[in-house]
């Protein structure tokens, strides 16, 4: 094979990833607090595929992994007591999980028997002092924009946002769930606010993603369109040696 089908297949690898990952996207654009991806390419310098006696480089194209884009999603009211939304860019919810702590900026909780603030999937939310438990018998909770839970005018404990300062650092590990690749630890997000009773939307503008779709698979076509042409025209340059012969 050529260089120029190389890179074309090289080109082909990172279309594909970057298609999964706008329908991806697509996919989870009415799922809350998700952040829409992007893969990030670029180039990578390699020898050409026949260099007898001359050694020009050539460039193949690399993925470098997927970026996300953590602006802050649409609020949405729900009137729900146990909904909560971080107004703030690049703050999160603290939750206690099998592997550790972990990190959401979905807020549609809910409690457990024992009266503990969990995720929906059963995970306890974090508060100052670890689980916030809520008594059922002291009536609905109410939480101020810095977090404070109260009972009956009385606080119970305090839902807290933190930040990091660098998100490159979150990596997903499912559920809209994000955890904590290296050593830094969170802060507190002083400048974020905790709005009840609302969810955040996902930040996906859907008409984008549907127009960045056909814009791959146009380009997925082109490329295999270019890999055709140059083995076509190393057929036919045999061919014509072998005549010649």
Not at 15 to 20: F, I, P
Not at 37 to 42: A, D, I, K, R, Y
Not at 121 to 150: C, F, K, N, Y
């Amino acid at each position: 094979m050529e260089n120029a089908a190389y890179i074309g297949l090289s080109r082909q690898m990172t279309l594909r990833r970057e298609l999964d990952i706008v329908a991806n996207n697509v996919a989870n654009a009415d799922t809350t607090g998700f952040k829409v991806e992007q893969l990030m390419v670029g180039a990578e310098i390699g020898q050409r595929a026949r260099n007898d006696n001359i050694r020009p480089s050539a460039s193949f194209v690399l993925d470098k992994g997927v970026g996300r884009d953590f602006g802050q999603g649409t609020m949405k009211q729900t009137g729900r007591g146990l909904d909560f939304a971080i107004e703030g860019e690049g703050a999160f919810f603290r939750v206690q999980s099998g592997a550790g702590e972990a990190y959401t900026r979905d807020g549609g909780f809910t409690t457990n028997a024992e009266g503990v603030l969990t995720t929906k999937q059963g995970l306890p939310v974090l508060g100052d002092g670890g689980p916030i438990t809520l008594d059922p018998e002291r009536g609905p909770a109410s939480v101020a924009p810095d977090g404070t839970i109260s009972q009956q005018g009385l606080p119970v404990g305090r839902l807290t946002a933190v930040r990091f300062d660098a998100l490159s650092v979150l990596q997903k590990s499912g559920d809209g769930l994000y955890r904590n690749s290296s050593n830094t630890q969170p802060t507190d997000a002083t400048d974020a606010q905790i709005r009840q009773g609302m969810l955040e939307g996902s930040n996906v503008n859907t008409l984008l993603e549907i127009t960045n779709l056909i814009e791959i698979s146009r380009a997925y076509e082109r490329v295999t369109k270019m890999i055709e042409n140059a083995n076509d025209l190393s057929r036919r340059s045999v061919e014509r040696l072998g005549r010649v012969s």
